[in-house]
């Protein structure tokens, strides 16, 4: 990539000097950290606009060095944990990207020299990440940054588990009511080191931790005190299980692997919003051959970029009717409500679907309530649960219906509860959280108390704790009530 | 059973918010009326940890307590579930 920078050293010491205080992020985490579009975005900017990084002191001096663009000003930090930018992003924006290219662009420029006057080469801050085949150069064609899963490494990386646990440790010390920025970022950096490789489990949690300090400090009442010291603990106990003789068991078999042909059914699409921001759609599909339900999931495009209206309706429609997924750019409205076959699809360990544009969808029929199969109508059993896997996965069933009653709003817990009732007047109880994202939903099942609705069924999807309605099936088709 | 888990409930997160290092005396008595109601409902090892993590609080043994409160975190999970 051809672009230049401009340092300004108001510092007046060697260039050199300042340089050895940071680290080089190689291009794989800069992915990992933020996702593939605006790590292309962040090159991109670079290459037309003019940057300048500015030298102020030896880090961690507090604005040591600063990268400035021309909406946006970065400070650098070591890890990208420790970047921050001037702009309204809450997360890894292409600023902080291009700001740590720029970085280690200036100590490439600017190799260190140790005490002994040896030249020392900088590291990387994840070495299990230097296993990863080249991500910048798109060979394969595919924006999403799913296709690039590390190696299963034999080992257990202690050093890693154990500098989450130390972290983790120190936190259930002083408790979280004690906990700021320092604790929030230093997680957030732990889960960005763990990325979404055989660590990805931890990581995640390590994410969510540093979510709840951060909910915590802004009073936020998504900020759950049980939840968020169970968390901790649930951590440190996974920390000490993989270093432990069964560790192995525990790593996180994330890959991708090619499963040839499929024959789906799309059954709905529902939204998610993580405790961090992170927001989407997912799709549940089911595949006709294998009996087995799979998920097509898609962040929104725009949340890496904006805030406050990033999750908005109007976002979420775009996203349900924007065409760019797999080889032949189809909707996930399109897949939705439709049969349709996949070639040369691939899927992860918990059967979630790649996007892959090597993969090709073909459109086969609309799915309507009297084309479903009878094997999506059983409802499966609860699995024992499994409190490395957070509880374990969800199971997904068709109802047939004929109303929807019983609707009870619980104000304390933010819940609307309601009974899907089926001819034989067998009840199913089935809840909502309030939410902004659950809206629509929640007004369609509202205005559907009561009506006659024999001849519908509908998806659900079922965890430890609640049954929660996905969509609902007619002669029509599919409604996504959670869109529409 | 319930009643022993909401007490648990609730140790777990006024420790967690608090600190291991600032744990007062109401929640050390907290500890000791869980250990109670687990003694009385028959739960073993509800009352075992309580009664553990009680004795590392009163000797100010903070390693211990980090131990038993993880163990007491993971035991009340799949005790609820």
Same mark, same amino acid.
């Given at each position: 990539?051809?672009?230049?920078?401009? =340092?300004?050293?108001?510092?007046?010491?060697?260039?050199?000097?300042?340089?050895?205080?940071?680290?080089?992020?190689?291009?794989?985490?800069?992915?990992?950290?933020?996702?593939?579009?605006?790590?292309?975005?962040?090159?991109?900017?670079?290459?037309?606009?003019?940057?300048?990084?500015?030298?102020?002191?030896?880090?961690?001096?507090?604005?040591?060095?600063?990268?400035?663009?021309?909406?946006?000003?970065?400070?650098?930090?070591?890890?990208?944990?420790?970047?921050?930018?001037?702009?309204?992003?809450?997360?890894?924006?292409?600023?902080?990207?291009?700001?740590?290219?720029?970085?280690?662009?200036?100590?490439?420029?600017?190799?260190?020299?140790?005490?002994?006057?040896?030249?020392?080469?900088?590291?990387?801050?994840?070495?299990?990440?230097?296993?990863?085949?080249?991500?910048?150069?798109?060979?394969?064609?595919?924006?999403?940054?799913?296709?690039?899963?590390?190696?299963?490494?034999?080992?257990?990386?202690?050093?890693?588990?154990?500098?989450?646990?130390?972290?983790?440790?120190?936190?259930?010390?002083?408790?979280?009511?004690?906990?700021?920025?320092?604790?929030?970022?230093?997680?957030?950096?732990?889960?960005?080191?763990?990325?979404?490789?055989?660590?990805?489990?931890?990581?995640?949690?390590?994410?969510?931790?540093?979510?709840?300090?951060?909910?915590?400090?802004?009073?936020?009442?998504?900020?759950?005190?049980?939840?968020?010291?169970?968390?901790?603990?649930?951590?440190?106990?996974?920390?000490?299980?993989?270093?432990?003789?069964?560790?192995?068991?525990?790593?996180?078999?994330?890959?991708?692997?090619?499963?040839?042909?499929?024959?789906?059914?799309?059954?709905?699409?529902?939204?998610?919003?993580?405790?961090?921001?992170?927001?989407?759609?997912?799709?549940?599909?089911?595949?006709?051959?294998?009996?087995?339900?799979?998920?097509?999931?898609?962040?929104?495009?725009?949340?890496?970029?904006?805030?406050?209206?990033?999750?908005?309706?109007?976002?979420?429609?775009?996203?349900?009717?924007?065409?760019?997924?797999?080889?032949?750019?189809?909707?996930?409205?399109?897949?939705?409500?439709?049969?349709?076959?996949?070639?040369?699809?691939?899927?992860?360990?918990?059967?979630?679907?790649?996007?892959?544009?090597?993969?090709?969808?073909?459109?086969?029929?609309?799915?309507?309530?009297?084309?479903?199969?009878?094997?999506?109508?059983?409802?499966?059993? =609860?699995?024992?649960?499994?409190?490395?896997?957070?509880?374990?996965?969800?199971?997904?069933? =068709?109802?047939?219906?004929?109303?929807?009653?019983?609707?009870?709003?619980?104000?304390?817990?933010?819940?609307?509860?309601?009974?899907?009732?089926?001819?034989?007047?067998?009840?199913?109880?089935?809840?909502?959280?309030?939410?902004?994202?659950?809206?629509?939903?929640?007004?369609?099942?509202?205005?559907?108390?009561?009506?006659?609705?024999?001849?519908?069924?509908?998806?659900?999807?079922?965890?430890?704790?609640?049954?929660?309605?996905?969509?609902?099936?007619?002669?029509?088709?599919?409604?996504?009530?959670?869109?529409? | 059973?319930?009643?022993?888990?909401?007490?648990?409930?609730?140790?777990?997160?006024?420790?967690?918010?608090?600190?291991?290092?600032?744990?007062?005396?109401?929640?050390?008595?907290?500890?000791?009326?869980?250990?109670?109601?687990?003694?009385?409902?028959?739960?073993?090892?509800?009352?075992?940890?309580?009664?553990?993590?009680?004795?590392?609080?009163?000797?100010?043994?903070?390693?211990?307590?980090?131990?038993?409160?993880?163990?007491?975190?993971?035991?009340?999970?799949?005790?609820?579930?």
């Amino acid at each position: 990539m051809d672009w230049k920078y401009i =340092v300004i050293n108001e510092w007046g010491r060697d260039a050199s000097k300042a340089a050895a205080c940071f680290a080089a992020i190689s291009d794989d985490e800069l992915i990992s950290a933020a996702n593939k579009g605006t790590f292309k975005r962040a090159a991109k900017d670079l290459e037309s606009g003019e940057v300048k990084l500015t030298l102020r002191g030896e880090f961690p001096e507090k604005g040591a060095a600063e990268v400035s663009f021309a909406d946006g000003i970065v400070t650098a930090g070591k890890t990208i944990g420790e970047y921050s930018c001037s702009c309204p992003s809450k997360t890894v924006c292409r600023h902080i990207i291009g700001a740590a290219m720029v970085i280690r662009r200036f100590i490439e420029d600017n190799p260190a020299a140790d005490v002994d006057g040896q030249e020392r080469s900088t590291e990387s801050l994840s070495e299990n990440i230097s296993e990863i085949s080249d991500m910048v150069t798109d060979n394969k064609g595919n924006a999403d940054e799913e296709e690039n899963i590390p190696k299963k490494s034999s080992k257990i990386d202690e050093v890693y588990i154990n500098e989450i646990k130390r972290t983790v440790v120190g936190i259930l010390r002083k408790g979280i009511m004690n906990c700021g920025n320092i604790e929030q970022e230093t997680l957030m950096s732990l889960s960005l080191k763990g990325g979404r490789g055989e660590y990805g489990r931890i990581a995640s949690m390590c994410r969510t931790a540093s979510a709840d300090i951060e909910a915590m400090n802004s009073r936020s009442p998504a900020f759950e005190p049980l939840k968020a010291s169970l968390l901790l603990g649930r951590i440190i106990n996974t920390a000490e299980a993989l270093i432990g003789e069964h560790g192995a068991e525990l790593m996180e078999n994330e890959g991708y692997t090619d499963r040839g042909d499929g024959y789906f059914i799309g059954l709905g699409a529902y939204p998610y919003r993580s405790k961090s921001g992170f927001a989407g759609i997912t799709v549940l599909l089911y595949e006709k051959r294998l009996g087995e339900y799979f998920t097509y999931g898609c962040g929104l495009s725009d949340i890496y970029e904006k805030t406050a209206d990033a999750a908005s309706e109007e976002s979420f429609k775009k996203q349900l009717k924007r065409h760019c997924h797999w080889a032949n750019e189809v909707s996930l409205d399109m897949i939705s409500g439709n049969s349709f076959r996949l070639i040369n699809f691939k899927a992860d360990g918990k059967n979630r679907i790649s996007s892959s544009k090597q993969t090709d969808c073909i459109i086969l029929c609309k799915v309507t309530s009297d084309s479903l199969p009878e094997e999506v109508r059983i409802i499966p059993p =609860v699995q024992e649960y499994d409190y490395f896997m957070g509880g374990g996965r969800e199971r997904f069933f =068709v109802r047939e219906i004929s109303s929807l009653e019983d609707l009870r709003f619980d104000r304390a817990e933010q819940v609307l509860h309601f009974s899907a009732v089926s001819s034989e007047r067998v009840c199913l109880h089935a809840e909502l959280l309030h939410s902004s994202v659950n809206e629509r939903a929640e007004r369609f099942i509202e205005e559907n108390e009561g009506r006659d609705l024999s001849g519908y069924a509908m998806v659900f999807r079922a965890s430890r704790r609640a049954v929660i309605p996905v969509s609902i099936i007619g002669m029509g088709g599919v409604n996504n009530f959670f869109f529409k | 059973m319930n009643r022993a888990i909401s007490q648990i409930e609730q140790i777990i997160a006024d420790i967690g918010f608090t600190g291991l290092g600032n744990a007062h005396s109401g929640i050390i008595s907290a500890v000791k009326n869980a250990a109670a109601i687990c003694r009385e409902l028959e739960m073993e090892l509800g009352e075992d940890l309580c009664n553990a993590l009680e004795c590392a609080f009163l000797e100010n043994d903070i390693e211990s307590a980090e131990v038993v409160f993880c163990r007491l975190c993971c035991y009340c999970e799949c005790v609820s579930n």
